[in-house]
């Protein structure tokens, strides 16, 4: 079974789109992230999310909005796509939001053409 | 701001022979120090972590780090490198009080047959 799933694999859109990626852990964890992953490879978190509340927001421009449905799925919409959006985007979670393991899914390859 | 910095881009090695990936961090406080690696079009697999105790973590495929508080360092080693070894390697930092990783630049590792 999979701990971190994320769908879809790859995601190929337009420019001025609105998509949405989808995050599941079957794993009991608490806390769920969302991270990019530009062409340098440079990793950095945009959203945390702990038992369903927001509890990191870090400069990302309001067309990202996270939903947690509930502590097990964490989706990222975005709107008005971009080309700067192409990237990486990767969901982790961890047992809690203090110094436990993250364990990343195998990623979102979104290309906004 | 806490931050960790790898300072080799790549890193070269030949099959056999010993490895080191080299990450220091800059934090307030006591480190939570992580190592994760990328494989390609993969997600970040967990390799090893350190939160407090003995300086020396042992980790997943043989690796292992040494965490040393004077050199604010944490490099990656391993004793005797594989071909499958080569991968993206990143080194992650999280600040107790903080809720979210931090991380490196990325060193790639190559090793040659």
């Known amino acids: 079974d999979t701990a971190v799933s994320q769908t879809p694999k790859y995601l190929v859109t337009q420019m001025g789109n609105d998509k949405s990626i989808k995050c599941e852990q079957n794993l009991g964890h608490d806390t769920m992230y969302w991270y990019k992953q530009d062409s340098k490879k440079f990793l950095k978190i945009m959203f945390s999310y702990n038992n369903k509340e927001l509890i990191i927001n870090e400069t990302v421009p309001n067309r990202f909005s996270p939903k947690s449905p509930d502590k097990a799925h964490l989706n990222l919409h975005i709107n008005s796509l971009e080309l700067g959006d192409s990237a990486v985007y990767f969901c982790?979670?961890?047992?809690?939001?203090?110094?436990?393991?993250?364990?990343f899914g195998p990623g979102t390859r979104l290309t906004v053409l | 701001a806490q931050s960790v910095a790898q300072p080799e881009d790549q890193v070269n090695v030949a099959e056999g022979n010993p490895l080191t990936v080299k990450c220091t961090y800059s934090v307030s406080g006591n480190p939570y120090l992580f190592w994760y690696v990328q494989y390609p079009n993969r997600g970040l697999q967990f390799l090893l972590k350190y939160i407090t105790g003995d300086n020396l973590v042992k980790g997943s495929y043989g690796f292992e780090a040494e965490f040393n508080k004077s050199q604010t360092s944490f490099h990656l080693k391993k004793p005797s490198a594989l071909v499958s070894d080569s991968a993206l390697y990143f080194c992650?930092?999280?600040?107790?009080?903080?809720?979210?990783?931090?991380f490196g630049t990325g060193t790639r590792l190559l090793v040659s047959p």
């Open positions: 992650a930092v999280r600040v107790t009080g903080f809720q979210k990783l931090v």
């Open positions: 982790a979670s961890s047992q809690t939001s203090g110094g436990d393991t993250q364990y």
